[in-house]
């Protein structure tokens, strides 16, 4: 059975700070990575995907990959209250077929 | 326009009732998806397509039927709907090319009393 874990939160960081969520993922040859931000009531938006150990930026969102660890995390700067929502990590292996997780949900404290 | 489109937005309906949740895309990606979505349990799979002669169940398929009428168009039916199928419905899609990347529909929200 693969699993994909989170911290369901909720997380509570001031405007303005750094946002770090963290994901750990269960099946070793899990091949692509991606973080999915999801408004209330909303879908799931792709805002970052990851398929090498690293880091990878686009804009205030960095995401980093350890694969030995089993651990992916997106760090979000500069922190605003729109990006209060909850965060999705998924995983693949190939397949097409995504793993989630059940989300962390995030609050910018203005 | 939106990339991938979910009709109806919002649904209510009774215990027996037959209801079809449809789904269109324009992205022109091969593979098509439904999740269901509930609080506390996340995203689960019910059936996916990698074209449409190709049909698969998923994760929670029991109670579900679909039917991929186009490469465009995928459609999930609950032949007789209970309580417990009340849930956000998400259809997604996804390019064969770009590695398991998916994106979603708006969803639909269904209600079974």
């Known amino acids: 059975q693969k699993e994909v874990e989170q911290n369901s939160g909720p997380l509570s960081v001031p405007e303005g700070a750094i946002a770090s969520l963290n994901c750990t993922y269960s099946d070793r040859v899990s091949q692509s990575f991606f973080w999915y931000r999801q408004y209330s009531g909303k879908s799931p938006e792709l805002i970052m995907s990851?398929?090498?150990?690293g880091d990878k930026e686009d804009g205030r969102f960095t995401a980093q990959l350890n694969k030995a660890s089993q651990y992916v995390s997106l760090l979000i700067r500069d922190s605003q209250p729109s990006d209060s929502a909850t965060y999705l990590c998924?995983?693949?292996?190939?397949?097409?077929?995504?793993?989630f997780g059940k989300g962390t949900k995030l609050s910018v404290i203005p | 326009d939106a990339d991938v489109t979910q009709t109806p937005r919002n649904r209510i309906t009774k215990t027996g009732k037959r209801i079809m949740l449809e789904c269109s895309q324009t992205k022109g990606h091969d593979r098509m998806y439904w999740y269901r979505q509930d609080p506390g349990l996340g995203l689960r799979l019910i059936y996916y397509?990698?074209?449409?002669?190709?049909?698969n169940k998923g994760e929670i398929s029991d109670g579900y039927s679909v039917s991929r009428q186009a490469q465009a168009k995928f459609s999930l039916s609950l032949e007789s709907a209970i309580p417990n199928q009340t849930a956000l419905y998400f259809c997604?899609?996804?390019?064969?090319?770009?590695?398991?990347?998916?994106?979603f529909g708006p969803g639909t929200r269904l209600t079974v009393l």
């Open positions: 397509s990698f074209d449409v002669k190709d049909i």
């Open positions: 998924a995983v693949g292996a190939g397949s097409y077929q995504l793993t």
């Open positions: 990851i398929y090498s150990n």
């Open positions: 997604a899609t996804s390019d064969l090319n770009v590695q398991d990347t998916q994106y």
